[in-house]
């Protein structure tokens, strides 16, 4: 879709207002408006967000990781990371996945040495994708530190919300441009 379609059914628009009567003008003005905000693709969805939950398994000594992104604004993030054009689907190779989330979802210890994120699959749901991964964590999970900067070199307006549950309590936070890690507690 895009701007060449747009122009011809913008030109196509004109050429009827001219021709047909007003009544007529205002009922293809609504299929027109209709025709044109479908070929947006920048548009595809107003809110910019990604949402990543964080749970702790004290037996295995893992952080398991679920983060929900919109397919298309994945893809084009993965594909200016890696140098790849993403397909048409959105659809992006694990490898190039796992590589942008390694640079841009982080996990640290009190000292702020990264953990290692190991790349536990992906599944789509529609327009969203969920993304696991997870990693080993020894120390206690109030030390832990998160930085969720996800899709920020792609919208000005992206927000990021990271909600965990460890050591059984629930906490919630929110990553914008510009933020560093910080503790959840």
Not at 59 to 84: E, K, P
């Amino acid at each position: 879709m895009g701007f060449r379609k747009a122009t011809v059914v913008s030109r196509t628009y004109l050429w009827h207002c001219r021709l047909w009567p007003r009544p007529r003008s205002l009922a293809l003005s609504l299929v027109a408006f209709v025709a044109l905000s479908g070929t947006r693709e920048v548009d595809a969805h107003p809110i910019h967000t990604t949402l990543a939950q964080l749970t702790y398994d004290a037996t295995s000594r893992t952080v398991v990781v679920s983060l929900r992104v919109f397919a298309d604004d994945f893809a084009i993030a993965v594909g200016r990371h890696s140098g790849v054009t993403p397909a048409p689907d959105h659809s992006v190779s694990a490898a190039a996945a796992h590589q942008y989330l390694r640079s841009t979802f982080l996990l640290a210890d009190a000292r702020g040495r990264l953990l290692p994120l190991e790349w536990n699959g992906a599944r789509r749901s529609g327009d969203v994708v969920w993304l696991t991964l997870r990693a080993q964590w020894g120390g206690a999970p109030r030390d832990m530190r998160v930085l969720s900067a996800l899709l920020f070199e792609v919208h000005a307006d992206q927000v990021n919300i990271v909600q965990s549950t460890l050591s059984g309590k629930g906490t919630s936070a929110l990553f914008t441009r510009g933020d560093r890690a910080r503790a959840l507690r």
